[in-house]
């Protein structure tokens, strides 16, 4: 089974519509009705819910996991004003190549405006790709100095 192929089924069993089967319990008493999502109900009758494919489709969707974010930030305090940024991207991803710098100084300003600061200014800068194994995955590091007001110095 292609790649392909298992992305569209976890697709189509997650997507939207439900049908409801009715339960019964062993005294045949009704229980609450089980939802079934539309698209599982079309990959079943397209013979595509087998269990080799659904394990290869649950397989696929945990290690793309479309939901994590595209980057890890480690931030290191390194003096009482100076801040560095490490961003990795995930390995596994479909896009944000050049999102880098907007995570970075996104970052900085959130760090500004929980530590009540004024600003910051960017004292360092670089973007590359970590070459490992099995996927390569672009890197970025940063260094910010954290300024308060200089208009009035002790705000």
């Known amino acids: 089974m292609s790649p392909r192929t298992a992305i569209l089924l976890a697709a189509a069993v997650l997507s939207g519509g439900c049908a409801a089967l009715q339960r ?5 008493v009704s229980l609450a009705p089980l939802a079934i999502p539309a698209g599982a109900r079309v990959a079943n009758a397209a013979g595509l819910l087998t269990p080799e494919l659904s394990a290869a489709a ?3 969707f945990f290690l793309y996991d479309p939901f994590a974010p595209n980057w890890d930030i480690e931030v290191t305090r390194l003096d009482e004003d100076r801040v560095s940024m490490r961003l990795a991207h995930k390995r596994l991803n479909s896009g944000g190549d050049g999102e880098a710098r907007q995570v970075f100084l996104r970052n900085a300003r959130r760090l500004v405006e929980e530590g009540g600061y004024a600003g910051y200014d960017v004292l360092s800068w670089e973007e590359g790709i970590e070459s490992t194994r099995p996927f390569a995955r672009r890197t970025a590091m940063g260094e910010i100095r954290l300024v308060s007001s200089r208009a009035l110095p002790a705000f």
Do not use: V
């Open 58 to 60: 649950a397989a696929a």
């Open 24 to 28: 019964m319990s062993s005294d045949g």
